[in-house]
């Protein structure tokens, strides 16, 4: 099955999705630097058709907690 936040982030780091999971964070994958994280707020926002807050981007500090908030958006099926 197919876990389209990943792929998103796979295309946004440059990293194959088989190498992400929710524990993802900028801690653990260098990829992800403050370029890389504006760029996925980008992906995101156009992917899935939400504004993302400061405060919301702030709390998306793993792949995990991205998906936490944007189901609290509404989104579902991710």
Request: zero cysteines; aromatic letters at 4%.
């Amino acid at each position: 099955m197919s876990d389209r936040l990943l792929e998103l982030f796979s295309t946004g780091l440059g990293i194959p999705a088989e190498d992400l999971s929710d524990e993802t964070s900028p801690s653990n994958t260098s990829a992800w630097d403050s370029l890389a994280a504006m760029e996925m707020v980008t992906i995101i926002e156009d992917a899935f058709g939400v504004r993302l807050k400061t405060a919301e981007i702030m709390k998306m500090r793993s792949i995990g907690l991205a998906r936490t908030v944007l189901r609290s958006k509404g989104v579902e099926d991710i």
